[in-house]
């Protein structure tokens, strides 16, 4: 691949390296359980390219794979963890590669969510963050607020 219409991804610890060419086919963020799982998040968020536009530039020997009982296969860098690509038995030819592997663009911004029905209850929904007291860039929803009950909450 040339340099022009390329991002590279790299791994946590480095020794892994991608590429796929820009624009990706398209980008979304996957609240389902098994992405939950295999990232550690509440979802994880993917750009997808042709299998033929994705490249692992250096470590492909570190990677290691997990195939699921769907026969979806999950590649993670073998030395620090770090999840490197997700690919669906039903759509072999796209690889799925998490977003946040890459510093640069990659062409698509995740405009869609799958599986949202499988979001957790304590995941981030867009509530209003004020600043947490005594704890630079840290950010909270506050406290909940709790309901007055009885006849104290008919006269207000």
């Given at each position: 691949?040339?340099?022009?219409?390329?991002?590279t991804?790299?791994c946590?610890?480095?020794?892994?390296?991608l590429?796929?060419?820009?624009?990706?086919?398209?980008a979304w963020?996957?609240?389902?359980?098994?992405?939950?799982?295999?990232?550690?998040?509440?979802?994880?968020t993917?750009?997808?390219?042709?299998?033929?536009?994705?490249?692992?530039?250096?470590?492909?020997?570190?990677?290691?794979?997990?195939t699921?009982?769907?026969g979806?296969?999950?590649?993670?860098?073998?030395?620090?963890?770090?999840?490197?690509?997700?690919?669906r038995?039903?759509?072999?030819?796209?690889?799925?590669v998490?977003?946040?592997?890459?510093?640069?663009?990659?062409?698509?911004?995740p405009?869609?969510?799958?599986?949202?029905?499988?979001?957790p209850?304590?995941a981030?929904?867009?509530?209003?963050l004020?600043?947490?007291?005594?704890?630079?860039?840290?950010?909270?929803?506050?406290?909940?607020?709790?309901?007055?009950?009885?006849?104290?909450?008919l006269?207000?």
């Amino acid at each position: 691949m040339a340099s022009k219409g390329v991002s590279t991804g790299r791994c946590l610890c480095g020794k892994v390296e991608l590429r796929i060419g820009v624009p990706a086919r398209w980008a979304w963020h996957d609240h389902s359980a098994a992405s939950r799982r295999a990232h550690g998040a509440a979802y994880a968020t993917y750009v997808g390219c042709w299998r033929s536009r994705f490249h692992v530039a250096k470590g492909a020997r570190t990677i290691t794979r997990f195939t699921d009982a769907a026969g979806d296969v999950r590649s993670f860098c073998g030395a620090c963890g770090t999840p490197v690509c997700y690919e669906r038995k039903r759509s072999p030819q796209m690889v799925n590669v998490p977003r946040a592997l890459f510093d640069s663009g990659t062409g698509r911004e995740p405009l869609y969510h799958v599986s949202l029905e499988d979001s957790p209850e304590w995941a981030y929904r867009g509530e209003k963050l004020k600043p947490l007291k005594g704890y630079p860039g840290v950010l909270w929803t506050g406290p909940k607020r709790r309901r007055k009950s009885g006849l104290a909450a008919l006269f207000e």
